[in-house]
Nanobody
Framework: QVQLVESGGGLVQPGESLRLSCVAS????????MSWYRQASGKEREPVAT????????NYAVSVKGRFTISRDNAKNTVYLQMNNLKPEDTAVYFC???????????WGQGTQVTVSS
């Protein structure tokens, strides 16, 4: 029902920045709670940042607070993750996630690789 397409991943050096984007289908995007998750090789998928349908309500994993910022543009059906001061520990596949209202479902993007290495 909902398709999510991520972009913006790549290979960067420590201290550099990336901005991930996720474009969602649907006419009710503004009602979705949106999140970014990541999964490093050999580890469990973990939440990184969440923004509710009220875009003033955000939360972040402790490991990224002060470095990452989640935002959304409802007119473009897009959620962003601005990642600054990237560290090798941030290396992972990053997934966009949508939680629909009233129990209508959860949806995942295909993921985009972020590699931080010297």
């Amino acid at each position: 029902q909902v398709q999510l397409v991520e972009s913006g991943g790549g290979l960067v050096q420590p201290g550099e920045s990336l901005r991930l984007s996720c474009v969602a289908s649907g006419s009710t995007f503004s009602t979705y709670a949106m999140s970014w998750y990541r999964q490093a090789s050999g580890k469990e998928r973990e939440p990184v940042a969440t923004i509710t349908s009220n875009d003033s309500n955000t939360n972040y994993a402790v490991s990224v607070k002060g470095r990452f910022t989640i935002s959304r543009d409802n007119a473009k059906n897009t959620v962003y993750l601005q990642m600054n001061n990237l560290k090798p520990e941030d290396t992972a596949v990053y997934f966009c996630h949508a939680l629909l209202e009233r129990g209508w479902g959860r949806y995942w993007g295909q993921g985009t690789q972020v590699t931080v290495s010297s």
